[in-house]
């Protein structure tokens, strides 16, 4: 802008809706919007809205759009509609060049998180106009993209869901036994993700080319068909690690006994190189991930084999969750607070009888817990 900057702050970088459209409840975005004026301005009027941007990508038949939505929520920070000059001089000091306005909105719980696909995306942006009048620009806008995430309702069940563990194992005709673990079956983007991938061999005679992990994305649109009346999908390899052993003759390695090879994967960033998993009235998107070997048997015929394993690509808010951290013996920390809370109630307590005070004494025997609770009085 030549005349005028603006800086759109929000107190938060994206807005959250927890549960299905259905469920979910609205969410309020706030911020503030910064003007610094270069010169003295004659401003009409400052409107911020939060809208949405759809684009349509691909063909597909009758011109259906896989993606559509028309949210648009205004406010008006100013106004000089009712002035006797309709117009306000702003700027011509230093003090009076400087302005803030806050704007809050009610995201609604319906609206469709933001996705970017192969046939189209759904994005969500903060837009301030400017208007005012006189000679040259009259017009300034400034625009900032929010992101929406869709995230599961905190309840136990879904944390048990986001925290279980990557294990896949399957043997391939009872000659070779594949087999992948993990620390989580739920990932963040633009995450290291580090597999163990294990190789067994169940017969002799065979070597091993090569081992490979893929990360998959899947994507299949249901509001729209195709032009032979089929919905269109997707698939695409995300990011992908390989491992060849060297041999001098071979370039393989004998299968004498199981193999481990520690695998990374580098999970790109949401919206750019992966989108989160969501299953809606229009777009269903997975992920799965997929461990290769190349095996030649004792007749040196190459086989490819192939382990794939749902996996789910979620938001970091969604395993940030109050049941993420359970207290449990194996964590001092939360053993701490508990013996903390447990010290200052027997501190309140006061001394016993004995004149010593019960924070320092040590605890009851079992023996004297049960005859406590099981004394008979005749």
């Not at 070997?293 to 940030?320: C, F, G, M, N, W």
């Not at 001092?332 to 005070?357: F, I, K, P, T």
Request: proline share 5%; aromatic share 8%.
């Amino acid at each position: 802008m030549l005349y005028v900057h603006t800086s759109i702050l929000t107190d938060s970088p994206c807005t959250v809706l927890r549960g299905a459209p259905s469920e979910a409840s609205g969410q309020a975005l706030s911020g503030r919007v910064m003007l610094q004026l270069c010169r003295s301005l004659k401003v009409t009027q400052v409107i911020v809205a939060f809208q949405s941007s759809c684009m349509h990508r691909g063909s597909l038949w009758s011109n259906q759009s896989a993606l559509y939505d028309n949210t648009k929520l205004e406010q008006v920070l100013f106004s000089a509609t009712g002035t006797p000059l309709g117009y306000a001089v702003w700027g011509g000091s230093a003090e009076a060049s400087i302005r803030e306005m806050p704007f809050s909105f009610a995201i609604p719980g319906t609206l469709h998180e933001s996705v970017c696909t192969a046939f189209g995306s759904i994005g969500y942006e903060i837009k301030v106009t400017i208007r005012s009048c006189g000679f040259g620009i009259n017009t300034w806008v400034q625009s900032l993209r929010i992101p929406v995430l869709r995230v599961p309702e905190e309840n136990i069940l879904t944390a048990l869901s986001l925290s279980e563990a990557l294990r896949a194992q399957a043997d391939w005709l009872g000659a070779v036994e594949l087999q992948m673990l993990g620390d989580s079956a739920a990932v963040p983007d633009e995450y290291k993700l580090c597999v163990r991938s294990i190789i067994r061999p169940l017969q002799k005679g065979q070597t091993l080319v090569d081992v490979g992990l893929r990360l998959i994305e899947n994507t299949r649109f249901k509001s729209v068909v195709s032009r032979f009346g089929d919905s269109p999908k997707s698939s695409n390899v995300l990011c992908q690690s390989q491992i060849k052993p060297r041999d001098d003759s071979w370039h393989a390695l004998p299968l004498q006994h199981e193999h481990c090879f520690d695998l990374e994967l580098d999970i790109p960033a949401a919206f750019r190189g992966i989108q989160y998993d969501m299953d809606t009235a229009r777009v269903h998107i997975s992920h799965e991930l997929v461990l290769t070997a190349t095996v030649v048997d004792s007749k040196q015929v190459a086989h490819y084999l192939r382990l794939a394993v749902p996996i789910q690509v979620v938001p970091k808010i969604a395993l940030e969750t109050s049941f993420a951290e359970l207290p449990t013996y194996g964590k001092s920390s939360s053993d701490r607070l508990l013996l903390d809370s447990s010290y200052a109630a027997v501190w309140a307590e006061g001394e016993n009888e004995g004149g010593q005070h019960r924070a320092f004494l040590p605890p009851p025997s079992y023996q004297a817990i049960v005859n406590s609770h099981n004394s008979l009085t005749v």
